[in-house]
């Protein structure tokens, strides 16, 4: 039998996993720079964790499993905002204000595999609490903004769409949507650029809506509200404007959101959203814990490196993966028997040293292999050594020289 990994995961051979590092590396940098502190919590949690706030009809989207003698139910973690809330709340009235924490985690959805969509990937959390004016969810914006920045986006690549969760309940609402009907009419708006028109009317039909009241979503609407309007003069100050515009079809399927929400878009629609985030100012307190506002973000690696391949800015991984600064060869009986040795001595001078395996003595072949792993220095074990000498070789300026064993690392490092 052929074994093949699961539907929906991946492996990482070198170069995938560097092409990984390097997007994660952004994420990182851009997050301590912004003076946010790294987290991190249980692969997974208790089921009730997901389903205290979104109901029992989340368990089908996620990996949940019982264990404890059969008392108690757990589930992977399909996103962190209930992680953080949970922790949050442990804290209490002893977090610093503002708290500003992120995350690179593992998160898993038992949902059918599509482009863009995995049951298993990376995901970028970026979340601000104690803060409970526009600039805060700006200053979260010019995070992700900045990583993008640093992966090769700009401002023509990319589009933060912005809106407010009450903005667009007040648009459903005067249009002749009923109250009741509210929730399920977010939810379903918050779909509908994932699914054609038919099955989106179809839907709004079967929930007992009147189609009439998405009609101003058709086209860009303006609204105003105080919250936007801090938020849009935040982000001329933050100089990211030119990233953003108002857009009152967006809404963020998720009940927990209260305010301002947030989705990063490729400018040309091409794909699924990049990230989404907002404002869910009373999460926290519903996990025990006081009542502090919160806003916050989650990028996943999926759909921003089929971006970032489409824009020629990550390659396969094979130009991010590590060189070494020296190659190690034998070309004599004596090197065979040094080689080890000399390899132990440049790695405990924390010299990155690889070394051929090769059974030939072609110094051509040999130098060829070390100049294919792009390496800096090649170092050649040669008769040489009945002298204690080293002969190394400057693999960009072809220059050679003859060393003392006294004289290596010195020069080398130099």
């Known amino acids: 039998m052929a074994w093949q990994s699961p539907k929906g995961t991946r492996d990482f051979f070198p170069a995938d996993l560097s092409a990984l590092q390097h997007v994660e590396k952004s994420w990182r940098s851009a997050s301590i720079n912004a003076g946010f502190d790294e987290i991190e919590g249980p692969m997974f949690e208790h089921l009730d964790l997901y389903t205290v706030k979104s109901g029992d009809g989340i368990v ?49 959805r038992a949902e059918r595999p599509q482009r863009g969509r995995l049951r298993e990937f990376k995901q970028w959390n970026v979340d601000m609490l104690g803060i409970d004016s526009p600039s805060a969810d700006a200053e979260v914006i010019a995070t992700a903004i900045r990583a993008l920045a ?109 305010g301002i929400v947030f989705e990063i878009h490729e400018s040309g629609g091409n794909e699924r959203a990049i990230a989404g985030g907002g404002r869910y100012d009373r999460l926290i307190e519903m996990f025990g814990g006081p009542s502090i506002p919160a806003v916050g973000f989650g990028m996943g690696d999926v759909v921003l490196s089929l971006v970032l391949r489409d824009k020629g800015l990550l390659g396969d991984g094979n130009d991010l993966l590590p060189t ?27 010299l990155h040293t690889r070394r051929s395996y090769k059974a030939t003595k072609n110094v051509g072949k040999l130098l060829t292999e070390a100049a294919n792993s792009n390496a800096r220095f090649a170092i050649i074990l040669g008769e040489e050594l009945s002298r204690g000498e080293y002969v190394v070789k400057n693999l960009d300026t072809k220059d050679q020289v003859t060393l003392q064993r006294a004289n290596l690392i010195e020069h080398l490092k130099s």
Request: aromatic share 10%; hydrophobic share 40%.
């Open 60 to 108: 089908s989207e996620l990996f949940s499993f019982r264990r404890d003698n059969g008392d108690t139910d757990y589930a992977l973690r399909p996103e962190f905002t209930p992680t953080l809330a949970r922790m949050a709340a442990a804290k209490g009235r002893s977090l610093a204000v503002p708290t500003k924490w992120f995350g690179i985690p593992n998160h898993f």
């Open 150 to 258: 640093d992966l090769g986006l700009t401002s023509e690549d990319i589009v933060v769409r912005i809106s407010h969760r009450d903005v667009v309940a007040k648009m459903l609402l005067d249009g002749g949507l009923k109250e009741a009907q509210l929730q399920v009419a977010l939810g379903l708006l918050d779909k509908r650029e994932k699914m054609p028109a038919d099955v989106f009317t179809e839907k709004v039909s079967a929930a007992g809506i009147d189609p009439s009241v998405f009609a101003p979503f058709d086209n860009d609407t303006e609204a105003s509200h105080e919250d936007l309007s801090t938020l849009l003069h935040e982000l001329k100050q933050w100089n990211i404007d030119k990233w953003c515009k108002f857009d009152f079809s967006i809404v963020r399927g998720l009940a927990y959101y209260t």
């Open 324 to 350: 070494p600064e020296v190659f190690v060869i034998s070309a004599s009986d004596e090197g065979d028997s040094a080689i080890s040795e000399t390899v132990a001595l440049l790695r405990n001078a924390n």
